[in-house]
């Protein structure tokens, strides 16, 4: 039976859960050298952190000086002086002290009233839509990161472009390259026992049948990116001291493989917990602390390895809260919100007006301002080097945050 390479790939990233990938073989099986001479130290590299669950971006950048905010939410309304001062009419929530600090030095960019036409509330469906880059996913079978992996590495399908620190999201579905899963380098340990090694890639070597040559050929591949990101976990070093949270320590594996400049440009991390529809005060003050400060222990990593002037960290969450609160202490399913985008080269700032709180829609929820294609056309025009009319199915203004 005909096995097509897209439906291999993802079953295969699927099941394995763990460096579903693309290394390189050479011919008979023999695996190549992986290191550091296979990408430039100069290539940028683009780390996307999903904030899962849908983000009430009213308490996160917060426009306390709006009596509509502090009328709708008569239990969450943060005041001024709890918030961290932007201007005269907005304030960052106080577990954001370090993304304030990087927003005073010119480092984050906070894009606000980011979303989409006709906002699907639904968790599912509007990842789905963030995932994929268009409106209607059904349809659509590849995500915007693998387009955009498949067109800069068409003809380098073999070595490791990109990694997810947490699951295979939509977002990598290609035809090309494929994305290795790497939530835990200890999950697979084979490297350390060599007879079992060498039995495994004997095991994987081609026969001239098609369809198991090419499940072999994953096999090899797994095998090599497995070696290669075991090495450079082993030789990273830092003196960074990053928070002990799950969170936390996928930015810090992120940062150690970038260190290690084994090749990936893309990373994909995602930190849960958003859905706020009850006691939402301090659920969402600890989640922003987390994110707050796992994401500055990255960054002065990257500062310490020298390699800050080639990452850039961007945020989104598949939606925002609605502009009143639920009586429980929380907030239901909304449509827009803002987005971070961190660096040593992004130009920091707001970008984009606040949104409207008495301008609705018809469902009662805020209009978005900005098209979250547009952030991703600036991403992929001016840090990776992509053409984004190709990778998003059409034309959108990019925006000056880098």
Partial sequence: MAIDRRTLIRSTCATAAAFASKPAWAAGGIFRERGAALRASTDTVLVIVNINGGNDGLNTVV??????????????????????????????????ANFHRYLDSGKLAIVQNVGYPKPDMSHFRSDDIWEKAVLEPEAE????????LDSLYKN?????HSISVSGYPPAFFSDLVTTPVVSDPGSFNYPQDPPKTDSLRTMFQPTGRANRDYVAHIAQMTLADTEAVQAAVTSYQSTIVYPDTGF?????????????????????????????HSNQLGDHESLLKELDTALDAFYRDLVEHGHDQRVVIMTYSEFGRRVEDNGSGGTDHGSS??????GSRVKGGLYGAPPSLTDLDSDGNLKFAIDFRQVYASVLANWMGADPAEILFGNYPTISFL
């Fill in 141 to 148: 079978p590849t995500g915007w990161l693998g387009r955009a």
């Fill in 63 to 96: 426009p306390f000086n709006d009596s509509v905010y502090r009328t709708a939410r008569p239990h969450i309304a943060l005041t001024g002086s709890q918030l961290l001062p932007i201007d005269t009419q907005t304030g960052l929530h106080p577990s954001l």
């Fill in 337 to 342: 919100a803002p987005l971070f985008v961190l």
């Fill in 156 to 160: 380098d399908t073999e070595n490791i």
């Fill in 248 to 276: 936390a320590h996928g930015m810090q594996l992120a940062a150690s493989l970038i260190a290690s400049d084994i090749g990936p440009r893309i990373f994909y991390i995602s930190q849960g917990g958003y859905d706020t």
